[in-house]
C-alpha cells in the first residue's frame, strides 16, 4: 500500500509539474504575440515618420517650380541683364532645393522598403499573427 501511495505521489508531482510548464508555455507564447505586435507597431511608427519625411521632400522638391513659374510670369517687368547675377543666385537655390527634394524622396522610399519586407518576415514567420497584420 505504501508503494501505491509514493507511485500515486510521483505520478501527482509530475503531472504538477506538466501542468505548471504548459502553464508557463503558455504565458511565454503570449508575452511572444505582444513583442511581435509591438515590433510591428514600431515598424508601422517609423513608415509613417518616412512617410511625412517624403511628403516634406515632395515639398521641398516643388518648391523650385512655384518659384520659376513666377519668374516667368513677372518677366515682363524686368530685364534679365540687368538682374543676371541674381538669377543665376536664386537658380542655384532653387538647384539645391531640387537635390535636396529628391535626396528626400529617394531615401524615405527606401525605408519605406526596408519596413515594408521587415514586416513581411514578421508576417511569415509568426503566421498566426499574418491575419491582424495587412
Known amino acids: 500500500m505504501a508503494g501505491v501511495c509514493q507511485d500515486f505521489l510521483f505520478l501527482a508531482s509530475i503531472l504538477f509539474t506538466c501542468r505548471v510548464v ?8 503570449k508575452n511572444l504575440d505582444a513583442i511581435v505586435i509591438n515590433e510591428v507597431q514600431l515598424l508601422l511608427a517609423e513608415k509613417r515618420t518616412s512617410l511625412a519625411a517624403m511628403r516634406t521632400g515632395i515639398t521641398v522638391f516643388v518648391l ?11 518677366s ?10 541674381l538669377l543665376v543666385l536664386l537658380l542655384v537655390i532653387c538647384l539645391g532645393l531640387v537635390v535636396l527634394g529628391a535626396y528626400l524622396i529617394i531615401r524615405a522610399a527606401i525605408k519605406i522598403r526596408a519596413y515594408d519586407r521587415h514586416i513581411r518576415a514578421i508576417k511569415l514567420k509568426y503566421s498566426q499573427l499574418s491575419e491582424f497584420i495587412e
Open 22 to 29: 504548459l502553464d508557463n508555455i503558455c504565458r511565454m507564447e
Open 76 to 85: 515682363k517687368y524686368y530685364n534679365i541683364t540687368d538682374v543676371w547675377f
Open 64 to 74: 523650385p517650380l512655384s518659384v520659376l513659374s513666377f519668374l516667368v510670369v513677372t
